[in-house]
């Protein structure tokens, strides 16, 4: 299938979580709980648990999802999303070579890939890919990140850089978004925010997620998206 030919990824309300990010509640019911509020795509990101763990959590996750439609991705592990059949992966910078996991995940797979830079973004022409996400746009506690944040302007510059790399790519911004600067982060050309504090450290996840979703759809029909 060429990548043109695909349906684009819905990223308006992109979920990240792993073990650290609940507050020592489940984490599978969590994300059910986020999927209800209008959270579009799952992505377990859990850098502590061993891979037998990694794919059951993975399972557990697909098995919540099944139905409604959102997408479940992993965090890096090419080898997880193959054990747990999830629907694809999303990589950094330095993880595996996008055209390797293509040829070991197939054509179907979603894969997305992290953007810090408009060079990274320019990039996206020559890697087989289905989106991209751009980082450290805020400051954040959820990840180590010793780059300062490029704030509104630089996701803007990367975003323009992406545009003109790939029309029509879905590209989604993550880092220090809440309901605080979610409404902006779309005015600076994002088709979606990637969120974890801002809904799994809320106490309602549904609620949470219902309300960022909101303010993403009305901040695109403003922008006319």
């Known amino acids: 299938m060429n990548r043109v030919d695909r349906t684009p990824v819905d990223l308006r309300l992109y979920a990240i979580v792993g073990l650290p990010d609940t507050d020592g509640r489940d984490l599978v019911d969590l994300v059910g709980r986020a999927v209800a509020g209008g959270a579009t795509l799952v992505q377990l990101r859990e850098k502590q648990a061993d891979t037998r763990r990694l794919v059951e959590l993975a399972r557990a996750l697909a098995k919540t999802l099944a139905g409604t439609g959102v997408p479940l991705l992993v965090n890096d ?3 997880v999303a193959l054990a747990a ?7 950094g910078q330095s993880d595996m070579d996008p055209h390797d996991a293509r040829r070991l995940l197939g ?5 997305g890939w992290t953007l810090k830079t408009p060079v990274h973004a320019r990039a996206l022409a020559d890697v087989p890919v289905d989106y991209g996400c751009i980082g450290g746009v805020f400051a954040t506690t959820s990840k180590d990140n010793p780059e300062p944040p490029i704030g509104l302007a630089g996701l803007a510059e990367t975003v323009a850089a ?11 911004a993550i ?5 605080t600067n979610a409404r902006a982060v779309i005015g600076s050309g994002a088709d979606g ?8 450290r809320r106490k309602d996840p ?3 997620a219902r309300g960022l979703r909101r303010l993403v ?7 006319g998206a």
């Open 77 to 79: 592990r090419v080898d």
């Open 85 to 91: 059949q999830v629907d694809g992966v999303h990589l």
């Open 107 to 111: 054509p179907d797979a979603i894969i």
């Open 162 to 172: 992406g545009r003109a790399a790939v029309p029509g790519m879905p590209l989604g």
């Open 175 to 179: 880092a220090g978004i809440d309901e």
């Open 193 to 200: 925010i990637a969120v974890i504090s801002a809904i799994f």
């Open 206 to 208: 549904t609620a949470s």
């Open 217 to 223: 759809d009305e901040a695109l029909a403003a922008r």
